[in-house]
């Protein structure tokens, strides 16, 4: 007998009972579509996350601060150096700490982060509230229109679509190239003004936190009118610094971490601020995939339930079939071939249906609360990830159909034609 014959035969026994096959296939249908949702979120996730990281650039610079001390049971002890930076008393850098960052093999150069922002930017009309921070040597952004703030050049700041419009800009190209003025407060909280050349228009990130990029000539202007009439000591006052590492392979990232930690500081790369978001997912995504894996456990007591009531109904053909010459190995296959048939309906039906359900989500997403977030598809559906999926079902519906399938392999033929 053809191996086309025993899976023809397969798939009339299956059907033999539409009622029982449903049901056992709509359980494994159920288990693929919770399996293959939690895997595409997953992907999509990853995948924007991995953009992210890609598209930030600078895989060898580093951002530094003052490392947070463990408290204890008691009130921190108190830090003259310390700045209160939203609500929280935050330890700074000094140029001397900069310095010293410097000095750590394997880095090439550290300057110091320059906190200031302005107030508000406007054109010839209402005042907008903005967070801006300066964009360093060899970070890169996702531009829209126009381009990146230069390094050198005159001020420059690159604004997002939401402030084009908010601006009373028609389309992103229009903004390029305008002027628009920067409100900064002074130490005695009277505005001054600075006019910056808009550079170019940016999509949001998850990186970018909500902030515009100005280069670094803007970033000394605004830093300028922030600590006019201070004092040296506060202006020698830094709540983070930026290092470049000479290399980046993860021993030498690794080492001048530890570096870092034995003077007190701790570095923290792109990767690292996207491996916190990476990890909460994941464990999302995990927990979701347990989930799933249960229902696929449940869904193989369905399969053997079902092949072996339908070993029992077909006991008598099965002694026919072994008096007529077919081997105990053939009925084995024939009924572990059913109870893989069950398997892949169940699991390219839940397949198929999870990637409707992840395009009409992926649309209605991009629409609303990820619209701000271009380029991000919540779902993604990777051949290779699908392919698995179903060879796991089918491996765990083959392996819950090898005990009814033994017993029937293994029944004697003069017997079961004796089957009432």
């Known amino acids: 007998m053809r191996f086309a014959d025993i899976l023809g035969m397969a798939s009339g026994g299956m059907?033999?009972?539409?009622?029982?096959?449903?049901?056992?296939?709509?359980?494994?249908?159920?288990?693929?579509f919770t399996i293959t949702l939690t895997t595409?979120?997953?992907?999509?996730?990853?995948?924007?996350?991995?953009?992210?990281t890609d598209g930030f650039g600078a895989p060898n610079l580093m951002q530094v601060s003052v490392a947070a001390e463990d408290d204890g049971d008691g009130p921190a002890v108190?830090?003259?150096?310390?700045?209160?930076?939203?609500?929280?008393?935050?330890?700074?850098?000094?140029?001397?700490?900069?310095?010293a960052i410097a000095a750590i093999k394997n880095v090439d150069s550290a300057v110091p982060f320059?906190?200031?922002?302005?107030?508000?930017?406007?054109?010839?009309?209402?005042?907008?509230?903005?967070?801006?921070?300066?964009?360093?040597?060899g970070q890169t952004v996702d531009v829209v229109a126009g381009s990146a703030p230069k390094e050198g050049a005159q001020p420059e700041i690159i604004i997002s679509p939401q402030y084009a419009i908010a601006l009373g800009f028609d389309t992103n190209k229009d903004a390029v190239g305008a002027t628009v003025t920067l409100g900064v407060s002074d130490p005695l909280q009277q505005v001054q003004t600075v006019e910056a050349k808009i550079s170019g228009v940016m999509n949001e990130s998850l990186l970018?936190?909500?902030?515009?990029?100005?280069?670094?000539?803007?970033?000394?202007?605004?830093?300028?009118?922030a600590q006019q009439g201070l004092p040296a000591e506060a202006t020698d006052s830094y709540f983070a610094a930026v290092l470049y590492a000479a290399n980046t392979d993860p021993e030498t990232m690794t080492q001048i971490k530890a570096d870092l930690s034995d003077l007190g500081f701790q570095g923290m790369t792109v990767e690292d601020q996207i491996g916190i978001a990476k990890q909460i997912f994941d464990?999302?995504?995990?927990?979701?995939?347990v989930f799933g894996v249960i229902a696929l456990l449940a869904a193989s007591l369905g399969v053997i339930n079902t092949l072996y009531m339908s070993v029992q109904d077909r006991t008598k053909e099965i002694g026919l079939m072994k008096a007529g010459g077919l081997s105990s190995g053939r009925v084995f296959s024939l009924f572990s071939i059913e109870a893989m048939l069950l398997g892949l309906w169940g699991s390219v039906l839940g397949i198929l249906a999870a990637w409707g359900v992840g395009q009409a989500v992926n649309q209605v997403a991009a629409e609303s609360f990820l619209k701000d977030l271009p380029g991000f598809d919540l779902m993604l559906f990777p051949l290779a990830s699908l392919a698995v999926?179903?060879?796991?079902?089918?491996?765990?519906?083959?392996?819950?159909?090898?005990?009814?399938?033994?017993?029937?392999?293994?029944?004697?033929?003069?017997?079961?034609?004796?089957?009432?």
Do not use: C, H
């Open 78 to 99: 108190y830090d003259p150096k310390a700045q209160t930076n939203f609500g929280q008393t935050v330890s700074t850098l000094t140029n001397a700490d900069i310095d």
């Open 15 to 32: 059907w033999r009972n539409k009622t029982r096959s449903i049901l056992t296939i709509v359980a494994i249908f159920v288990a693929a």
């Open 114 to 137: 320059e906190g200031s922002s302005p107030s508000y930017i406007q054109t010839n009309g209402d005042k907008f509230v903005l967070s801006s921070q300066q964009l360093v040597r």
């Open 40 to 52: 595409a979120i997953g992907a999509g996730v990853s995948t924007y996350l991995d953009k992210q």
């Open 283 to 289: 464990a999302i995504t995990t927990v979701l995939t």
């Open 208 to 225: 970018g936190g909500g902030r515009l990029w100005v280069n670094d000539t803007l970033q000394d202007k605004v830093t300028a009118i």
């Open 389 to 420: 999926i179903v060879g796991i079902i089918l491996v765990i519906t083959f392996l819950a159909g090898t005990l009814p399938a033994r017993r029937a392999a293994r029944l004697n033929p003069i017997d079961a034609l004796r089957y009432e």
